[in-house]
């Protein structure tokens, strides 16, 4: 993993400090509470080249008080809890959503790598001013190739591969070939009987 402070990053990323200006301005919170990091796609729009946040806002807390710390945060700042599964609670105000996941980590290391793609693997931990990435994050976002890091989710990976796609990034033969196999070894997915060339296909 490597671990960058804001000033360091801002030396070769100087639009940072309008990316983090974006981030205090839609969520206030921040300045209020304790332990916790912003990652994933807040996080790609950095390395994107983006000075704004135009989407979703995914919080990864460090412990059960951080979380109902900053759940509380933003409700008194305006902000609505709109959703609540077992994955995450979702909060709307400002235009935009936060999802506060339901899982604890133990840091921002332990975030990055439970993520599927090597592209989505940046957190930003607002209280040390600190930003980690995956040792690929930075080659792959500026490539636009998409690589695994770790596979979880047999029913939603196929979801996000198209997603990424949409945004403009490339699977790679191995990426793909990760997915399949995946996908076809995961007990929740049905096999045909029938073979084609020698090989089992999914329906």
């Not at 080249?49 to 995914?58: H, M, R, S, V």
């Not at 412990?63 to 710390?69: C, L, N, P, R, Y």
């Not at 990426?175 to 999914?202: D, M």
């Amino acid at each position: 993993m490597i671990k960058i402070n804001l000033k360091d990053i801002a030396k070769r990323l100087p639009h940072v400090y309008d990316w983090q200006h974006s981030l205090l301005k839609k969520l206030p919170a921040f300045l209020f509470v304790g332990n916790f990091c912003v990652a994933g796609g807040a996080v790609r729009s950095l390395l994107e080249g983006k000075k704004d946040i135009d989407g979703d806002i995914d919080i990864y807390t460090f412990s059960q008080q951080d979380k109902t710390e900053l759940a509380t945060a933003l409700i008194s700042s305006g902000f609505k809890e709109v959703a609540h599964t077992e994955w995450s609670r979702t909060f709307n105000g400002n235009g935009i959503d936060v999802q506060i996941m339901e899982q604890i980590y133990v840091d921002e290391t332990d975030v990055i790598q439970s993520f599927d793609f090597t592209v989505t693997q940046g957190a930003y931990t607002p209280d040390k001013d600190e930003f980690t990435f995956g040792f690929w994050t930075f080659s792959d976002v500026n490539t636009k190739t998409l690589t695994i890091n770790k596979l979880k989710h047999s029913d939603k990976v196929l979801g996000r591969l198209a997603k990424y796609c949409n945004y403009g990034y490339e699977p790679t033969h191995d990426a793909l070939t990760q997915i399949y196999e995946f996908i076809r070894s995961s007990p929740s997915t049905k096999v045909s009987p029938y073979y084609r060339r020698g090989r089992k296909y999914l329906y």
